[in-house]
């Protein structure tokens, strides 16, 4: 993706709790991201999605941190590298899907957590058996969504959301998180 690279500061890999029941995945790293190196970090989207991390339990550390303390939880996105005036182009994501696929393949996650709807359109083709065209955000922002593997859980950009909804996610995401939310994976007892 040589107009990727050209652009960004350095490469944005995962980060976060390797054996994590919960995986959020954006769409691109943003400019707090792409100073860090860190997904979701370093500005006021990542301050609010680890805000709603911090309580619900998952995030230990303050939401300005560069580095959170997070458990139970990994942060990804769908390209690891940032262009500052658009966003990634559908072969820059397919490029950078192997990526993500080993990610998921390593961590083995219970919930997939699509951060806005372009991560929402990508996780339902790839790991639900519903149609994109069928599922779009805020509609679906804080809802179940059955998968192959897997329950999405699909989340509105926090660059976008409203205070409401914040509260809105942390309440059904607590309740998830209440519930008797693994599946049956051939995964043994942690």
């Not at 709603?52 to 942060?75: F, K, M, Q, T, W």
């Not at 390209?79 to 899907?97: G, K, L, V």
Request: net charge negative.
């Amino acid at each position: 993706c040589p107009e990727l690279c050209e652009t960004r500061s350095q490469v944005v890999h995962g980060y976060g709790d390797v054996g994590g029941d919960f995986l959020f995945v954006g769409e691109r790293p943003d400019a707090g991201a792409d100073e860090s190196g860190v997904p979701f970090t370093n500005g006021p989207a990542g301050e609010r999605l680890l805000g709603i991390l911090r309580r619900c339990g998952l995030c230990g550390s303050p939401v300005d941190s560069p580095e959170p303390e997070l458990a139970n939880v990994y942060l990804t996105n769908l390209t690891r590298c940032r262009h500052p005036e658009r966003p990634p182009s559908d072969e820059e994501i397919a490029n950078c899907e192997p990526y993500l696929n080993a990610e998921i393949r390593m961590i083995n996650p219970e919930i997939l957590v699509p951060v806005g709807e372009r991560a929402l359109d990508w996780l339902v083709e790839d790991y639900t058996t519903t149609d994109p065209d069928d599922v779009s955000l805020p509609d679906a922002h804080g809802d179940r969504l059955r998968g192959r593997g897997f329950e999405l859980v699909p989340m509105v950009d926090p660059a976008a959301m409203t205070d409401e909804q914040a509260d809105a996610f942390v309440h059904d995401f607590s309740a998830l998180m209440a519930t008797d939310y693994r599946q049956t994976k051939g995964r043994r007892s942690r």
